[in-house]
């Protein structure tokens, strides 16, 4: 007995590769509650021949490749990544500009007794400048600009001593302050205007 291709069951009387058991019959009639084999010995199961039986839903679908997206959400991070940082920097390059140009008047004050031998400010973009034999109070307005707004005014008492005060004002507010009394005494006042 041979399906349609020639191969054998196992176990039948014509596979002479295996051996039965003593006293082994083939199995003759119907199976038991089915009906009888075709003539090949097996039955006709399976799908018919031609494609899918009706019903199904046909062939699985081609899957998609994932590479390209993976890909191409890469490169959008990358260039949204790259967009924010020129942004930022963008912004940054800005505000120091700004900075920069920003300018701020500052008031310059030197009391005292007598007379100051010297009096030395800065001024705009950090120049240095001094006035010398100066009778007190004496009064300096400069404007001074750059990313760092840094102010100073020394002054110094004469031979004859006696009592020297510095003060740096922005506006109504005072930034420094300093007292010095004596032959040749120095006051130091120095900040930042641009706070």
């Given at each position: 007995m041979s399906d349609e291709s020639g191969h054998q069951p196992p176990g039948s009387p014509q596979e002479p590769?295996?051996?039965?058991?003593?006293?082994?019959?083939?199995?003759?009639?119907?199976?038991?509650?089915?009906?009888?084999?075709?003539?090949?010995?097996?039955?006709?199961r399976g799908y018919p021949q031609g494609g899918y039986p009706q019903g199904s839903y046909g062939p699985p679908p081609k899957k998609r490749k994932v590479w390209p997206w993976v890909l191409g959400g890469?490169?959008?991070?990358?260039?949204?990544?790259?967009?924010?940082?020129?942004?930022?920097?963008?912004?940054?390059?800005?505000?120091?500009d700004k900075e920069i140009n920003r300018t701020v008047a500052v008031t310059y004050?030197?009391?005292?007794?007598?007379?100051?031998?010297?009096?030395?400010?800065s001024?705009?973009?950090?120049?240095?400048?001094?006035?010398?034999?100066?009778?007190?109070?004496?009064?300096?307005?400069?404007?001074?600009?750059?990313?760092?707004?840094?102010?100073?005014?020394?002054?110094?008492?004469?031979?004859?001593?006696?009592?020297?005060?510095?003060?740096?004002l922005v506006g109504d507010d005072i930034l420094a302050e300093q007292t010095a009394t004596g032959p040749y005494a120095s006051a130091s006042c120095s900040g930042d205007a641009g706070k």
């Open positions: 590769h295996r051996r039965q058991p003593p006293g082994w019959q083939p199995p003759t009639g119907p199976p038991p509650g089915g009906t009888p084999y075709p003539q090949g010995g097996y039955p006709q890469v490169l959008l991070f990358m260039v949204l990544g790259i967009g924010a940082c020129i942004a930022l920097v963008g912004t940054a390059v800005n505000e120091v004050q030197v009391d005292g007794t007598g007379q100051a031998s010297s009096i030395t400010y001024g705009r973009g950090g120049d240095v400048a001094q006035d010398t034999d100066v009778t007190l109070p004496w009064t300096k307005e400069v404007t001074v600009d750059g990313i760092v707004k840094a102010v100073t005014v020394t002054a110094s008492a004469g031979a004859d001593g006696g009592e020297i005060t510095c003060r740096i």
